[in-house]
Nanobody, 124 residues
């Protein structure tokens, strides 16, 4: 059973940076595809970044491309989301997610395992 534990959220001023971490346990020797999602109040959960199991493929939503970076530390079983040049509209609860397969997924219902969520608040 894959388990995901997130850390790193918080309050930051616009233009600042935060890094979210997601420690992955219970996975097989191969990495599953991983994604970072966010959900703002009254809105649907949306993917912001994703990485294939091989780590050769990545995806970023248009709203974060060029500002956010997904990365992975294989030895530490950790996936990161580096968030730079943060904007107030980035305020949301951020979730780490894992699929059962290796191919990137673009929708929340394509992921099988979820972290507990981390609040990110960007003040103007």
């Amino acid at each position: 059973q894959v388990q995901l534990v997130e850390s790193g959220g918080g309050l930051v001023q616009a233009g600042g940076s935060l890094r979210l971490s997601c420690v992955v346990s219970g996975r097989s020797r191969s990495w599953p595809a991983m994604g970072w999602f966010r959900q703002a109040p009254g809105k649907e959960r949306e993917v912001v970044a994703a990485m294939s199991g091989s780590a050769l493929g990545t995806y970023y939503s248009g709203s974060v491309k060029g500002r956010f970076t997904i990365s992975r530390d294989d030895a530490g079983n950790t996936v990161y989301l580096q968030m730079d040049s943060l904007k107030p509209e980035d305020t949301a609860v951020y979730y780490c997610a894992a699929r059962s397969g290796f191919v990137i997924g673009y929708k929340a219902n394509e992921y099988d395992y979820w972290g507990q969520g981390s609040q990110v608040t960007v003040s103007s």
